[in-house]
Each structure stands twice: as structure tokens, then as C-alpha cells.
């Protein structure tokens, strides 16, 4: 089963390492497990880079004015990109 994850949460929340935490139990059980970075989620890809397969929106982080070196498992991405993602996945969850 193929799971897709919205992170839009900013940097003051647990939502973070819980991605990580469904990230490992999806992974222990043969699952695959994506994120999609966004809004203030961008912040995450610190992160979440190396751990988990990691779409981060491009936009959003040119909005912020915020340009991260290449990070290993992090790619930048669109809102099409997101759709595909979205079209691809058996379950979206997302976390605000």
C-alpha cells in the first residue's frame, strides 16, 4: 500500500515526528510512505530528508525566500506533482 503524507504544519507541532513514526511502521510492514512538504511544512525537510521520500514545494519556498542546500531524499516539487502524488497513493492523510 502505497500512503501519501501533506505536512503543512509549522515547526511548533509533534506532527513531524509522528510522520516519522507512521513513516517507520509503514516501512516495518512493506508499506511505502511519501511526504509532501508544504506551507509552513517546508521547515521540515531537515528533518525528514534521508528518513523518508520528501516532495517539498517549491513555491512555498520561494514564498518564505528560503533556498536549502540539496538534501539527500528531498526533491522540490509543484502542486503537480502533489496531484500525481495524490492520484498514485492508496491513502492521503494530512497534517495541518
Known amino acids: 500500500m502505497t500512503f501519501l503524507v501533506i505536512l503543512t504544519a509549522g515547526p511548533r ?8 513514526e507512521l ?3 509503514a516501512s516495518e510492514l512493506g ?15 531537515g528533518q525528514l530528508g534521508g528518513r523518508v521520500a520528501v516532495t517539498l514545494c517549491d513555491a512555498d ?4 525566500q528560503s533556498q ?5 531524499g528531498v526533491v522540490r516539487g509543484s502542486l503537480a506533482d502533489l496531484a500525481r502524488s495524490v492520484r498514485a497513493a492508496d491513502r492521503v492523510l494530512t497534517f495541518t
Open 23 to 25: 513513516a517507520a511502521a
Open 61 to 64: 519556498l520561494r514564498w518564505r
Open 68 to 72: 536549502p542546500v540539496d538534501m539527500p
Open 31 to 45: 508499506h511505502h510512505l511519501e511526504v509532501f512538504l508544504a506551507g509552513d511544512g517546508v521547515t521540515h525537510a
Open 13 to 20: 507541532t509533534e506532527a513531524v515526528q509522528t510522520v516519522l
